[in-house]
């Protein structure tokens, strides 16, 4: 039996969304009843499209067992991204041996938050998913394509091919991870660095070193941030192969997982027996259990939004208070860095996805009959892939922890309730990523310090200003302001005044990063600031309580709200590193809580 409140949330999910889903799926089916796509277009076009297939041209032509288009988010300045170099050679070779054949249908820009994290380009960040499923739309414009691979890992990434797959949702649509890189300098060792460069005690030197030593290699980052929180959806929506996501790159595991993908996604077309589209495996109860898996491990705030906007692409409507009743029945199973000290690559050898899924399965928190990319029913993600003789075949699990200290039952969690806590008062609706938070820091009774830039809060901070408790507010952070950029760089700073002893927590209308939490950070404030939203007429010295145990976000200094609220130049937002060109985001985009797309709200 599933959990009441999973079937309820579900239901309430479905009547909320009929208007938008119906007319959805209807002009899915009816994309598919037109069959496949080559067939109508013109000699011409057919000669255009296959002109530079080299040796699989007349197969192209004369062939009927289907034909990939790849959609890749390939560059090699960033780690996570670099391994997808050798992959269309990959997938070309094996759909090739099964009859079918493969073209790069298209690439999307990659980002990387790490680089851009505190530097003006940030501002184009959140940004940068709707441009990605905008480029997907336009790579399988073409209508070539049978099916779809999908070669993506990182922060928007993920959730931007994800809106653009859904778009063309009656193809099928495989997603390829790269998998993590192999473990470096311990993440809680870099952070105890970056904390001790912030507060003048090492140079430069020992603090470039550290974070060498920590990003060394092809793949994701190690810690449990939105990077890795995409790859644990894909798995629990069923648009991975099963256990594929935390396998290290350039490993022969890692290889067949990519070309047995691409087989998976042949295998799936409209001309065979196993028609699997994205809009069938896309829906309300998949989405369900991605909201899970996010609770159940602890994952990254981002994804609050990225959900939101995903869902909303297949006309499915989610809001936050979905998130927060799943959040108070579904247990924290998995402490995965920072809300550990364990990284990806550990919380893989301890059990990873395939024993977290089987747990909550067996606890009735997932809905188990979803359809997937391996078939229906989420029990084939408790298997974990192997290598044997050459050949790739999937295997139970352990059907236990190997170090519960990593993964824990669900009948025995390290916490009964979810990673990320609604807060919400008379100051608006915020998230808060409470996995990290030390019971003893998660709920803030402090004076306000308000600043308007990231910059101004560090320029105080060298200052000395932070001499007693403080409830650090960040505004003019939003979307609309200026993108919604992500402020982690404050985390060494406010750990630092947390670990003298004093009462901490952020407060802001922007958000922070997936790899955030020992700090209370109340973000992604709605109203935001640019729209007047109560955050916008805070003064220094006003008293907030920031408090993630009874879900409150208040404002306790009387009139407040009575006075004009404060306004800010944002004219140092709109121009250099490529934001001239984003007027048009910041003018079009919704609220946090609608999912901060320029899709509509």
Request: with cysteine.
């Amino acid at each position: 039996m599933v959990h009441a409140v999973i079937t309820d949330v579900t239901q309430r999910i479905i009547d909320r969304s009929a208007d938008l889903r119906g007319p959805h799926l209807e002009r899915m089916e009816q994309a598919r009843s037109k069959g496949p796509a080559r067939a109508h277009l013109s000699c011409s076009g057919q000669a255009h499209a296959y002109a530079g297939a080299g040796e699989d041209q007349q197969s192209m032509v004369t062939g009927t067992a289907g034909n990939l288009g790849i959609v890749t988010a390939y560059n090699d300045m960033l780690s996570a991204h670099q391994p997808f170099e050798r992959y269309p050679t990959l997938i070309r070779d094996a759909v090739r041996a099964a009859g079918g054949t493969a073209q790069v249908a298209g690439g999307v820009p990659a980002m990387c938050d790490g680089v851009t994290q505190g530097e003006a380009g940030m501002e184009l960040s959140l940004f940068s998913r709707d441009v990605i499923a905008l480029a997907t739309g336009v790579a399988l414009s073409h209508n070539t394509y049978d099916a779809a691979v999908f070669l993506g890992v990182c922060d928007k990434i993920v959730p931007g091919l994800v809106i653009g797959a859904q778009t063309f949702g009656h193809l099928p649509a495989v997603f390829l991870p790269a998998g993590p890189m192999t473990s470096g300098l311990p993440n809680d060792e870099k952070a105890k660095i970056r904390q001790q460069f912030a507060a003048g005690e090492v140079g430069r030197d020992a603090l470039m070193a550290a974070e060498m030593a920590a990003y060394h290699g092809p793949g994701t980052c190690t810690f449990y941030g939105t990077a890795n929180t995409n790859q644990m959806l894909m798995e629990f929506m069923g648009l991975h192969l099963p256990g594929s996501s935390f396998v290290n790159p350039n490993t022969p595991l890692r290889d067949a997982l990519t070309e047995e993908g691409a087989r998976r996604a042949l295998s799936l077309i409209a001309l065979g027996n196993h028609y699997t589209p994205v809009y069938q495996v896309l829906d309300e109860r998949a989405f369900v259990n991605g909201i899970v898996g996010l609770m159940a491990t602890g994952g990254s705030t981002n994804l609050l939004i990225h959900l939101i906007a995903m869902a909303r692409a297949g006309g499915i409507v989610l809001d936050w208070q979905d998130f927060s009743d799943i959040s108070a029945v579904v247990p924290l199973v998995a402490r995965v860095y920072p809300n550990g000290l364990a990284d990806v690559n550990h919380f893989h050898a301890a059990g990873g996805l395939g024993y977290t899924i089987g747990t909550l399965l067996e606890n009735g928190l997932l809905h188990p009959d979803t359809l997937t990319v391996a078939g229906q029913g989420l029990h084939n993600y408790t298997k974990e892939p192997k290598l044997i003789d050459d050949d790739l075949v999937w295997e139970d699990g352990a059907g236990h922890s190997l170090n519960e200290k990593i993964v824990r039952p669900a009948q025995d969690p390290f916490q009964p309730t979810g990673g990320l806590s609604r807060l919400t008062g008379n100051l608006g609706t915020a998230v808060m990523k409470v996995s990290a938070v030390a019971p003893e820091h998660q709920v803030v009774e402090a004076p306000v310090r308000v600043f308007h830039t990231q910059d101004d809060v560090k320029a105080a901070f060298k200052a000395g200003e932070f001499t007693g408790d403080v409830i650090v507010v960040v505004r003019f952070q939003g979307p609309k302001a200026n993108g919604m950029p992500e402020l982690h760089s404050l985390t060494p700073m406010l750990s630092i005044l947390q670990g003298r002893g004093q009462k901490v927590a952020l407060v802001t209308d922007g958000r922070m990063s997936g790899a955030s939490g020992k700090v209370p950070a109340a973000i992604h404030v709605c109203p935001e600031a640019l729209d007047q939203g109560p955050i916008a007429y805070l003064q220094d010295g006003d008293i907030l309580r920031v408090d993630a145990v009874n879900g409150e976000l208040e404002i306790l200094t009387p009139g407040v709200l009575g006075r004009a609220p404060v306004t800010a130049d944002l004219s140092a937002n709109q121009h250099g590193v490529g934001r001239d060109l984003f007027g048009v985001f910041r003018n079009a985009v919704g609220s946090a809580d609608s999912g901060a797309s320029i899709f509509g709200a």
